[in-house]
């Protein structure tokens, strides 16, 4: 698995820092205090989800500010993968390629297909339809609670969601290379 590039935001005294990675190798050099322990523990972050150096989520955190997220780009056997992880007072919140959204077919929902991580980290843009009930809505938001709750505590179930459907993950870069754009039925006995 090689990183390919990690993005962090208020990190540690990384307030805003997106490092692309050589293939081969890469060195770190720099007066002490200047982040380069601070880069190595965020990759830490990313793969085991807590520190190297505080078991504290608040230490991990910029001064002044309530949230740090670290994400980065990652290539396994030529398929990418994005990984985030959101850091908070309220614990951690761990995200592959934006994945919580399928989460939502156990839930009875049609995932969004949308996503906006520029504007906000980790938005999902929701467009219910006018004739959407309150209660419906209420619903709706009541599974997107429980879906962020089991993020932060188990965050395996959410990324191997869905798990009620007759096929639990479809093969995306597959169905991206080998399209299917035209179905014909089965000719009959």
């Not at 540690?12 to 050589?22: E, G, K, P, T, V």
């Not at 994005?82 to 919140?93: I, M, N, P, Q, W």
């Amino acid at each position: 698995m090689q990183l390919i590039s990690l993005t962090c935001e208020r990190f540690r005294n990384l307030a805003s820092q997106q490092i692309d990675f050589h293939e081969r190798f890469n060195i770190f050099e720099g007066h002490n205090g200047q982040g380069k322990t601070n880069v190595l523990e965020a990759i830490y972050v990313l793969g085991a989800l807590r520190s190297f150096r505080d078991a504290r989520t608040k230490g991990l955190i910029h001064f002044d500010h309530a949230d740090a997220i670290v994400r980065g780009r990652l290539n396994r056997r030529g398929v990418e993968r994005e990984l985030g992880v959101e850091l908070s007072a309220r614990g951690r919140r761990a995200m592959v390629d934006g994945k919580m959204a399928k989460r939502l077919i156990d839930f009875g929902y049609h995932p969004p297909t949308v996503y906006f991580p520029l504007i906000v980290p980790g938005a999902i843009m929701i467009e219910p339809t006018e004739s959407e009930s309150l209660e419906g809505l209420e619903r709706f938001a009541d599974a997107m609670l429980a879906i962020e709750k089991e993020a932060r505590e188990t965050p395996e179930l959410v990324r191997s969601a869905p798990h009620h459907t007759r096929r639990s993950r479809l093969d995306e870069t597959r169905a991206a290379r080998q399209m299917v754009l035209r179905w014909q039925p089965e000719p009959r006995d």
